[in-house]
């Protein structure tokens, strides 16, 4: 079902004034990402029946994130709301319902429960370094890329690893079990698996392992907070396509998903929520990905 939205253009100093602003989408009082006021009388501008017209009428939103991932989506124990650029994507998508950032539940979500969460409608939506397969995409929803990252290595600052080939024989560490490490084995590394990425990034910045690996998104969250200490390199040698979890109940959803990210796309908001987050790594503020055509209702 398609939704009623039609969206004005925006004008050239919009998006330079878009481009230039701070805070969060949804207006909230927090520093990161665009500065994205919610739309006023939102509800008025979709179908009966849609799910977004129901969640603009409510005023609130579930969101599931990670918070244990720095850049992507992280929350410390004083924090108020996670922060990182998954956060940042859902309080646009907020926003656009009508929904401030300071109305959005954010649900941790972790790997395992993606799926279940959606499924029994424990969230809204999922944006947790939610990788796209067609295997998720037979149980669940999945709008976008949003973003496209690939496994790449987090090496000290002062590091002579630049190429795959600089780590043959050298240490290299991630989670136990991931096949980031079943990958840079076959790159002639030796393998070192940890419980958590925390407890591999301390290693590389102990010195006690060389690298560590897993995808490039992760690891610019952990070089944007230690930036004098640490840097991400080699040119992603893996493709891992983030999208926007939603119930395949709602197939709507995922027109208007994909519609509202496009237009954050186009007026910077995508660049500056980039920048606030993941581009704190000192990384080059990358070109937005095409997103898939949705299935057809």
């Known amino acids: 079902m398609k939704y009623l939205r039609i969206k ?24 990161d990402g665009p500065d994205v006021e919610a739309q006023e009388n939102a509800a008025d501008d979709f ?8 969640l603009a009428e409510s005023g609130n939103i579930t969101i599931g994130v990670k918070f244990d991932q720095p850049g992507i989506g992280f929350k410390g124990a004083t924090d108020d709301m996670p922060k990182g650029f998954d956060p940042e994507i859902g309080k ?16 941790e979500t972790i790997s395992d429960n993606r799926e279940p969460f959606i499924q029994n409608g424990k969230v809204d939506l999922v944006i947790a370094s939610y990788s796209i397969t067609d295997e998720r995409r037979e149980v669940v929803g999945q709008a976008g890329p949003y973003y496209v990252t690939g496994q790449q290595l987090l090496v000290g600052a002062d590091s002579d690893i630049d190429s795959l080939d600089d780590v043959k024989g050298t240490e290299v560490c991630s989670v136990t079990g991931s096949t980031s490490l079943e990958n840079i084995e076959a790159e002639g590394a030796k393998p070192r698996g940890f419980d958590t990425y925390s407890e591999c990034v301390d290693q590389v910045l102990n010195g006690t392992v060389d690298a560590m690996t897993t995808d490039g998104a992760i690891l610019l969250g952990y070089a944007a907070e230690n930036p004098d200490q640490l840097k991400v390199v080699v040119d992603p040698f893996s493709e891992e396509r983030y999208g926007v979890g939603y119930s395949l109940d709602s197939p709507e959803m995922c027109e208007w998903i994909t519609d509202t990210l496009k237009d954050a796309q186009e007026d910077g908001d995508w660049a500056t929520a980039f920048e606030a987050t ?3 790594s000192g990384v080059e503020t990358p070109d937005p990905p095409a997103m898939d055509e949705c299935p057809a209702a």
């Open 92 to 107: 646009i998508l907020a926003a656009d319902l009508g929904i401030d950032a300071a109305d959005i539940t954010w649900e």
């Open 47 to 54: 179908d009966d029946g849609t799910r977004m017209k129901e």
């Open 278 to 280: 993941l581009g704190q």
């Open 8 to 31: 004005a253009a925006f004008a050239a100093a919009g998006m330079a004034l878009a481009l230039a602003a701070c805070g969060d989408a949804g207006n909230d009082d927090s520093d």
